[in-house]
T-cell receptor, first 112, second 113 residues
């Protein structure tokens, strides 16, 4: 079945860029998403990219998609302590009801 | 900005009891979903709902589970006879269309004793 994988932890210094990586298996995925989960909170949609795009930029966030390698990344520029959270990559299964398949989540820790 | 709201935020229930988790999706959305996240594990799809019927359900969503949209605003998940392994965070999501992103609520933490 479809699978989405992420590294579990990332630690960066405040002001540096963070890059969170994700790999997926479903080559027919049409949309890929990044969600942020702060402690005790729900899943906040950060950004998403359509599969015919290579890149999408939204303020401090840049999403890169390499469809050939089934690799998605989220770059956060000028990372702040408020960015500390768990970041989930998700792909939309392009069949049925288009449910989301989530990755394990990457815990980002920003050091002051 | 409109948001998905879930109640209660935390539910503690004895094993074998019935529990109902409530969600109010974004008002003009048409597609509704439940996911769950067992502590330390991935967020997993449970069920999707459209046009007053289940569109798809995962193998987790067995006969103990049911969903309902009793009125024009609420979307509920019922677990008929809870088991210890049902302890998890349950997320409700809604979207305005299949090509629109799903918006998630803050979740209900269900603890089965």
């Amino acid at each position: 079945g479809e699978d989405v994988e992420q590294s579990l932890f990332l630690s960066v210094r405040e002001g540096d860029s963070s890059v969170i990586n994700c790999t997926y298996t479903d080559s027919s995925s049409t949309y890929l998403y990044w969600y942020k989960q702060e402690p005790g909170a729900g899943l906040q949609l950060l950004t998403y990219i359509f599969s015919n795009m290579d890149m999408k930029q939204d303020q401090r966030l840049t999403v890169l998609l390499n469809k050939k390698d089934k690799h998605l990344s989220l770059r956060i520029a000028d990372t702040q302590t408020g960015d500390s959270a768990i970041y989930f990559c998700a792909e939309m299964e392009a069949s049925g009801t288009y449910k989301y398949i989530f990755g394990t989540g990457t815990r980002l820790k920003v050091l002051a | 900005e409109p948001e998905v709201t879930q109640t209660p935020s935390h539910q503690v229930t004895q094993m074998g009891q019935e529990v109902i988790l409530r969600c109010v999706p974004i008002s003009n959305h048409l597609y509704f979903y439940w996911y769950r996240q067992i502590l330390g594990q991935k967020v997993e799809f449970l069920v999707s709902f459209y046009n007053n019927e289940i569109s798809e359900k995962s193998e987790i969503f067995d006969d103990q589970f049911s969903v309902e949209r009793p009125d024009g605003s609420n979307f509920t998940l019922k677990i008929r006879s809870t088991k210890l392994e049902d302890s998890a965070m349950y997320f409700c999501a809604s979207s305005g269309g299949l090509d629109q992103p799903q918006h998630f609520g803050d979740g209900t933490r269900l603890s089965i004793l």
